[in-house]
């Protein structure tokens, strides 16, 4: 698993890469209540601001980690919010990209790194 | 997530067992205090409506009001910052009420009690240093004297009433807006949550151990500002700061239940607060927006600023509080909207992230209250 300094994940799965976000951001963020995902197929760039999540307390949103186009969005957090607290580095994933060069992963965080980070 | 500067917050006296509780400190009005514990909004917000929640809101201001002659002149003499009827107001009784200014705006929203011989006023906390001063410089003939070592503690809930009538006895017997001092500790039946509840004022030396016997209780959790947040909007209760401040007049903030029939036109004491001529004529003519409830049709809340659209692209208004309602189990907003687009089952849209998505306007009172009249 890699991570992003915006408490994001990425999991390699086949030539696919699976996005979500971190448990300590779900805690921070607390109990989450709506979920907006980006139409599948769509082509993104490294900062775009594709997904927006709200919880009780406020509303955020999800960053394209890398460049490379979503496939496929989870329909069951807009059906199931509360998943991204429940599950938020399984059942709760978010989008899956198609990139490049999965290369790029390189220059992301891993654990040790990401736990550097938030501790 | 916001850092925390604790040397620029003040401590609340209960900041010890916040931390010890698990509570997230944010800070709120000046003071470090706790958004959530553990459970979090949620959970915190659903058992407040089934058991009983214990808040700690310390930081508002308490405020003794002492006449130097009669106990009316006292009432008149408040009367005169205030559009509310405090001559009426039985003694162990408490009454909701707003300091206005001379443009009918609203200074600050507060409650007062009648205690035989005095009047005990809670104002909010971003207010209570203007407010002091406010009254003292309107109130001449009275001495005003704001409370600095006491802890105010608020039981809300269904549970409530079991759980402090435990620890004092007789407090089951009190109805809505009563108030009664058992010793040292006063007791209002009132609260901020649209539940039946108390609000507890125990000086800061008892004030941890009351509320660990409190928390002792069947079925008592702690709750943080962010369930007390979201059960007052469910309520339909204003928040100072965002649905009323100096330019909204409690007629536009929909507040006229307060303005009692003597301070009305043809009342026995008609005007005579800051304000009059535009609030009396509001109430007159019906005034040029209102604040009402709005419930979105689909799930995305509409938060604090969202602008709001008639069908036909209009902008008629704004919202002033919105998010999730835990109870009701779907995004909820309050705001204010032109008075021709105000009538209940009016549709608008509120736009959301550039997204002009449908709300419909609807009472205030997303959640039925469960006061003990």
């Known amino acids: ?35 907006e995902l980006p ?14 999540i709200e919880s009780v307390k406020a509303a955020s949103d999800i960053l394209a980690p890398v460049d490379g186009e979503i496939v496929a969005v989870n329909q069951k957090l807009v059906d199931n919010p509360g998943l991204v607290n429940e599950d938020p580095t399984g059942a709760a994933w978010f989008f899956k990209m198609k990139l490049d060069d999965l290369s790029v992963l390189d220059q992301l965080m891993d654990e040790d790194e990401y736990q550097e980070l938030i501790g | 997530m916001a850092d925390l500067e604790d040397g620029d917050l003040l401590l609340l006296g209960l900041d010890a067992l916040h931390e010890e509780l698990g509570g997230k400190m944010v800070p709120f009005a000046g003071y470090r205090m706790p958004v959530q514990y553990p459970d979090g909004v949620m959970k915190e917000h659903l058992h407040t409506r089934t058991a009983a929640g214990l808040f700690d809101v310390s930081h508002m201001g308490q405020v003794i009001l002492r006449p130097k002659g009669s106990m009316d002149d006292l009432k008149l003499a408040f009367e005169t910052l205030m559009p509310v009827d405090v001559l009426g107001l039985g003694e162990g009784r408490q009454r909701y009420g707003m300091f206005t200014n001379d443009q009918g705006g609203i200074l600050d929203d507060l409650m007062f009690t009648n205690r035989g011989d005095h009047l005990y006023v809670v104002v909010n906390a971003s207010c209570k240093a203007a407010d002091v001063a406010h009254m003292t410089a309107g109130m001449p003939g009275v001495s005003v004297e704001h409370i600095t070592d006491r802890a105010l503690l608020a039981l809300q809930g269904p549970g409530a009433e079991a759980a402090l009538d435990a620890l004092l006895p007789g407090v089951a017997a009190m109805r809505f807006m009563d108030h009664r001092v058992f010793g040292d500790i006063w007791v209002s039946r009132s609260g901020y949550t649209g539940e039946d509840g108390f609000e507890i004022s125990v000086s800061d030396a008892q004030a941890e151990g009351f509320a660990r016997k409190l928390l002792a209780q069947p079925g008592v959790m702690p709750i943080g500002l962010g369930a007390r947040d979201s059960l007052r909007l469910e309520a339909g209760l204003c928040l100072y700061g965002h649905d009323i401040d100096t330019t909204t007049s409690p007629v536009e903030a929909n507040l006229v ?23 009396l004529k509001e109430l007159a003519e019906g005034p040029a927006r209102l604040r009402v409830g709005l419930q979105p049709e689909g799930r995305a809340p509409m938060r604090e600023g969202v602008e709001l659209f008639a069908e036909d692209g209009t902008p008629v208004g704004r919202v002033t509080s919105g998010g999730f309602g835990p109870s009701v189990n779907g995004p909820i907003a309050m705001g204010y909207v032109a008075r021709a ?33």
Do not use: S
């Not at chain 1, 139409?39 to 927006?52: K, L, Q, R, S």
């Not at chain 2, 307060?258 to 005579?272: L, N, S, T, V």
């Not at chain 2, 105000?342 to 997303?366: H, I, N, S």
């Open chain 2, 257 to 279: 239940w307060a303005i009692q029939k003597a301070r009305k036109a043809g009342g026995a004491r008609e005007g005579g607060f800051p304000g009059a001529a535009r609030i």
């Open chain 2, 341 to 373: 687009h105000a009538a209940t089952g009016t549709k608008l849209l509120g736009e959301v992230r550039g997204k002009r998505l449908p709300v419909t306007v609807c009472d205030l009172t997303f959640q039925p209250t469960t006061y003990k009249r």
């Open chain 1, 1 to 35: 698993m890699k991570y992003t300094k915006d408490h994001e994940w990425l999991r390699v799965e086949g030539d696919l890469v699976v996005v979500g976000i971190t448990e300590h951001a779900a805690t921070q963020l607390g109990d989450v209540v709506f979920v």
């Open chain 1, 39 to 52: 139409e599948p197929d769509t082509m993104v760039a490294e900062g775009d601001e594709v997904c927006v």
